[in-house]
């Protein structure tokens, strides 16, 4: 048996609990794996409130997670890249808010001795997606990128992967996290009216491409900015397609196990950080999505089993 939290019925965090299951066995492909941190993310919560529920629908009693970090314990048929003992960290099939997750193989890359199982376990989602924008929007070294809440989950890597590309980033932020995005080498600038003109003040002809990571109504003015939609794209205004915006919504479309080399070659050099805000135990899931639903949070929140 493996200890995991689950919900029964969609709803708050009240509906949270930590309960007894079966632990999950790997199939063809797949290992299972001791949980050492799971990555806390917003979109969790809107699962579990069910707003994901036409186009993810759940078998409840369901639970939450897919950035994981841990230990191979269990190796299913077929699998040579990994072996029991095998530090790693990526996606996991199972939810990860667990003690035990089963996970694709080709979903895992291997863990550095030196990083932190809370770091570790916080990378795939946010870090994949961000990887993942930046390609769409083919962001290339010498261009300007406005990022749209640039200290946020995915926008602080989407930052600090632009900034690696040689690209000038510019990020809406809170005047609270300014300084902590000059220090990753972005340019703050607070959001709300008049963003148009504080943007200009810095890049007098606009930008070449808009992450919008925030969805508080900045895409007309990102249009604007980026002298039209075609290299605009956001995360979270889903009805800003028909503005000829692109509408991301499928996270790392694939491409986690790139992203992650990339994202952990940079953290080796010293050129990426993650700065973990806090971290909880299971028991504790339910106060550690919470905060991360608020979106005002000082960086990643991961679960320690």
């Known amino acids: 048996m493996s200890l995991a939290v689950q919900f029964s019925e969609y709803g708050t965090s009240e509906v949270l609990r930590v309960v007894d299951v079966p632990a999950p066995v790997p199939g063809s492909g797949q290992v299972r794996l001791a949980v050492r941190a799971a990555g806390v993310n917003p979109f969790d919560w809107k699962v579990m409130q069910g707003f994901m529920s036409q186009v993810m629908p759940l078998d409840l009693p369901a639970g939450l997670g897919s950035d994981i970090a841990g230990v191979v314990d269990q190796v299913g048929e077929g699998v040579t890249a990994f072996a029991v003992g095998d530090e790693v960290l990526g996606t996991s099939l199972t939810p990860a808010y667990a ?7 080709d979903s895992l890359v291997a863990k550095p001795a030196g990083l ?16 993942t924008v930046l390609e769409r929007l083919k962001v290339i070294q010498g261009e300007t990128l406005l990022i749209h809440a640039a200290s946020g989950g995915v926008g602080v890597f989407a930052a600090q992967l632009a900034v690696a590309r040689g690209a000038r980033v510019i990020g809406t932020a809170s005047q609270d996290n300014h300084e902590r995005l000059r220090s990753l080498g972005v340019i703050p600038v607070v959001y709300g009216e008049g963003l148009a003109d504080r943007v200009r003040a810095i890049a ?6 808009v992450l919008d990571a925030s969805g508080r109504g900045e895409i007309p003015v990102s249009i604007d900015l980026a002298g039209g939609p075609g290299r605009v794209l956001t995360l ?11 509408v991301h919504t499928d996270g790392a479309s694939g491409n986690t196990v ?34 991360s639903r608020t979106g005002h949070v000082g960086g990643k929140i991961a679960l320690l089993p």
């Open 99 to 105: 003690e035990a997750a089963v996970a694709d193989a």
């Open 116 to 131: 932190p199982w809370e770091v570790a376990g916080t990378l795939a989602g946010s870090g994949g997606t961000a990887w």
């Open 204 to 209: 007098p002809e606009g930008v070449d491409a």
């Open 236 to 246: 979270l205004a889903f009805d800003a397609g028909d503005l000829g915006v692109q």
């Open 258 to 291: 790139q992203a992650l080399h990339d994202i952990l070659a940079l953290i080796e050099e010293g050129r990426l950080q993650v700065p973990i805000w806090r971290t909880y135990p299971l028991a504790e899931a339910a106060v550690a999505l919470d905060l």
